[in-house]
């Protein structure tokens, strides 16, 4: 596509629920982030994917996150059990090679704001 | 591990120039990019360096010193559009390490 498209755009669910958050990133970007953005706060990366492998999850808060991607293009983001400090916006990215550089930067999608009641 | 500062918020009026200043220590270097973030909108690319020096882009221009970890961005002839929050990220190997990012508010 155009650009990264995440779904949904907004996510209200109910403590304890378990919620799917989905990426769509730029045709043929090998590499995608997930970050997560709370109020008032940076981007804190959550996990790195290189075509359908992760070499790095170390920044999946709890057990309780887990993402996977497939076919070397859709990701998705499952968190189990949601809790209230998991309510953030959920930034995935993608860029064409390994390494962001100036011609290669990453593009982010709109994000999905999650809030748990 | 990650340290990137940058200030919280600053203010200028339009027309002026503002310099967003960012300080990093990580544990490796790849480059530095400069996101600009509207309220509720994703980040969007505005500069990288990876090289020592000044890159200019238009009314913004970013400086880069990895010897003292010190990057800034230049924003000139500040209009109202430019008020967002702008990210400083650090790359080290694929991943992009970020500051809190700097809120600017331009007031006419």
């Known amino acids: 596509g155009a650009g990264v498209s995440q779904s949904p755009s907004n996510k209200v669910t109910e403590k304890g629920k378990d919620v799917e958050l989905r990426c769509d990133p730029i045709s043929g970007h090998t590499a995608l982030y997930w970050y997560r953005q709370s109020l008032g706060q940076g981007l804190e990366f959550l996990i790195y994917?290189?075509?359908?492998?992760?070499?790095?999850k170390s920044g999946l808060p709890s057990d309780r996150f887990s993402a996977e991607r497939t076919g070397g293009s859709v990701s998705t983001l499952t968190i189990q059990r949601t809790q209230q400090e998991d309510s953030a916006v959920y930034l995935c990215?993608?860029?064409?090679?390994?390494?962001?550089?100036?011609?290669?930067?990453?593009?982010f999608g709109q994000g999905t704001r999650l809030t748990v009641v | 591990g990650q340290n990137i500062d940058q200030p919280t918020e600053m203010t200028a009026t339009e027309g002026a120039i503002v310099q967003i200043n960012c300080t990093y220590q990580t544990s490796g270097f790849n480059g530095l990019f400069w996101y600009q973030q509207h309220a509720g909108e994703a980040p969007t690319f505005l500069s990288y360096n990876v090289l020592d020096g000044l890159e200019e882009k238009g009314r913004f221009s970013s400086f880069l010193s990895r010897s003292k970890g010190y990057s800034y961005l230049l924003l000139k002839e500040l209009q109202m559009k430019d008020s967002a929050s702008y990210l400083c990220a650090v790359n080290n190997d694929y991943k992009l390490s970020f500051g809190a990012g700097t809120t600017v508010t331009v007031r006419a």
């Open positions: 990215a993608s860029s064409l090679e390994r390494y962001p550089a100036w011609n290669t930067e990453a593009f």
């Open positions: 994917f290189q075509g359908n492998s992760a070499p790095d």
